[in-house]
């Protein structure tokens, strides 16, 4: 059973960072492409940004120069970080696959707020 552990998520003053984690167990991890969603108020689930198994990655537009995806398949592990955060990117962020195909962990809140 694949398990998916996000944390790092915080209470942020907008222009803030923030460096979220998600730790994968029980499934081969470094031959997925691996994502990042959200769930913001008002919208259903999106993906922020996805990784390849070595460094290649893809952002959505409303994170694109902002947001950096990382991966360490030594440890199991995918990191967000986050910069110049701004009160839209308040939210609820999941890890899973790009696909997604794994049940979903419990997610980690951001808040944007001044």
């Known amino acids: 059973q694949v398990q998916l552990v996000e944390s790092g998520g915080a209470l942020v003053q907008p222009g803030g960072s923030l460096t979220l984690s998600c730790v994968v167990s029980?499934?081969?991890?470094?031959?997925?492409?691996m994502g990042w969603y959200r769930q913001t108020p008002g919208k259903e689930r999106e993906l922020v940004a996805t990784?390849?198994?070595?460094?290649?990655?893809k952002y959505a537009d409303f994170v694109k120069g902002r947001f950096t995806i990382s991966r360490d398949n030594r440890k199991n592990t995918v990191s967000l970080e986050m910069n110049s955060l701004n009160v839209e990117d308040t939210g609820v962020y999941y890890c899973n696959t790009a696909s997604p195909s794994w049940p979903w962990g419990q997610g980690t809140q951001v808040t944007v707020s001044s």
């Open positions: 029980g499934g081969i991890f470094s031959l997925y492409i």
């Open positions: 990784i390849y198994g070595g460094r290649d990655a």
